[in-house]
């Protein structure tokens, strides 16, 4: 406001950028899950702090191995060397909620992953989503204006997903699911979770022996077929969207692997959305009415999905849409960067009183995701031009 008041808002804004993204890192977990939210909510900030906060990563130095131990040995209620043969001393990988072990089962000697989860946690969150939700109850009017609800209920969206991020019994269940919707499918791995070693705050898994995709190098020297590898991955996002309407809420490439046979595997299933068989066909309608440009339907879509509240007038909305879709598609489907539409669009939704409702913002965030590994892994990967195609198959086969 100071700097809006003495007229130098838009020079300093990379600035107060990387200052609110230093910020939410130093004020802790519930800060940062609510940066790396906002960097998918084009509704509520503007796009170039959406783009700082996009870099907001979930690494924190991880808690002594004592403490998560004696997590585990609670959970389990037996010491660990009566389970485990061997854990390593140090974590996998360590995040604001929790951190991951590699350990070997001693009845059978197959190599697990331990998620254990943060000592104390629960209370911290619970604390933070209150002083979100007072917050929020200051700014219902602004919200209301630009949004067309109530900011609180964007903080209870919020804090839902949250709070199912830190119950590991759930997560467990999304295993299970993902695991009987791909269990036909030749192509994906999704790792076995042994229900009876977990509890809310610990997960065993299956260890997932293959390659990152925070390696490219390691990918495509590791002889997979890298085109294949990407199809799979892209048909994978596709079924889990329009077929099950249960689709991975973060698939960064911290959590993809590429197995050395050419799978993609997924693990991390803490944060997944769901899609009733409504918004799935309105998905679809939506797709159709973008290929047959027909932008008049293409802004009741926004209100069919939720964006905007019943009875809002969409005239308004429909040249931008208009402007945005034929600029994007005029070079064609081999050159359509999913990215550049979506910078476009974040300026339509900022601009109007257009409210992405949480689980679309992870379909954008998913979309976004798989596109920038497609293109990291091989740059001129045409990602929607395979899409459209995965598509037309998956219309056919359901038909």
Not at 249 to 262: E, L, S, T, V, W
């Amino acid at each position: 406001m100071y700097d809006c008041f003495v007229g130098r808002d838009e020079e300093v804004v990379p600035y107060r950028a990387r200052q609110l993204r230093t910020l939410l890192c130093d004020l802790g977990p519930s800060f940062i899950k609510a940066g790396q939210v906002l960097a998918n909510r084009p509704d509520i900030i503007r796009e170039d702090y959406m783009n700082e906060l996009c870099i907001l990563q979930d690494d924190v130095p991880p808690f002594p191995n004592k403490v998560a131990f004696n997590i585990i040995e609670e959970e389990l209620g037996q010491p660990l060397e009566a389970v485990f043969s061997k854990i390593s001393s140090q974590t996998i990988a360590a995040a604001s909620l929790g951190q991951v072990y590699r350990a070997t089962l001693r009845a059978s000697g197959e190599d697990v992953a331990i998620k254990v989860q943060r000592p104390q946690i629960e209370p911290i969150i619970y604390r933070d989503l209150f002083l979100f939700r007072t917050l929020a109850s200051f700014l219902n009017g602004i919200s209301l204006q630009k949004l067309g609800c109530n900011a609180e209920l964007i903080v209870d969206e919020f804090g839902e997903k949250l709070l199912e991020e830190l119950d590991y019994t759930l997560e467990a269940r999304n295993i299970e699911d993902f695991l009987e919707n791909f269990k036909d499918d030749p192509t994906v791995k999704i790792p076995r979770v042994y229900k009876q070693l977990s509890g809310s705050r610990v997960l065993v898994m299956e260890w997932i022996d293959g390659i990152r995709c925070t390696n490219p190098q390691a990918i495509k020297e590791g002889g997979i077929d890298v085109n294949g590898f990407l199809t799979v991955g892209v048909s994978a996002a596709l079924r889990q969207l329009l077929e099950f309407g249960l689709f991975h809420g973060d698939p960064h490439p911290g959590n993809i692997f590429a197995m050395r046979d050419g799978r993609i595997a997924y693990v991390d299933f803490g944060n997944v959305a769901v899609l009733s068989q409504q918004n799935k066909q309105i998905l679809i309608d939506a797709v159709v009415h973008a290929v047959n440009e027909d932008y008049v339907e293409m802004a009741n879509d926004f209100t069919r999905l939720g964006f905007l509240t019943p009875g809002t007038d969409v005239s308004p909305i429909i040249p931008a849409l208009e402007a945005i879709w034929q600029n994007s598609s005029g070079k064609g489907l081999s050159d359509f960067n999913f990215r550049s539409v979506t910078g476009k669009f974040n300026q339509l939704v900022y601009n109007y009183p257009i409210r992405i409702p949480e689980r679309f913002s992870l379909v954008i965030r998913s979309l976004l995701t798989q596109e920038g590994i497609c293109f990291t892994l091989q740059r001129d990967f045409k990602f929607l031009e395979v899409r459209i195609k995965l598509l037309v198959s998956l219309f056919m086969f359901c038909y």
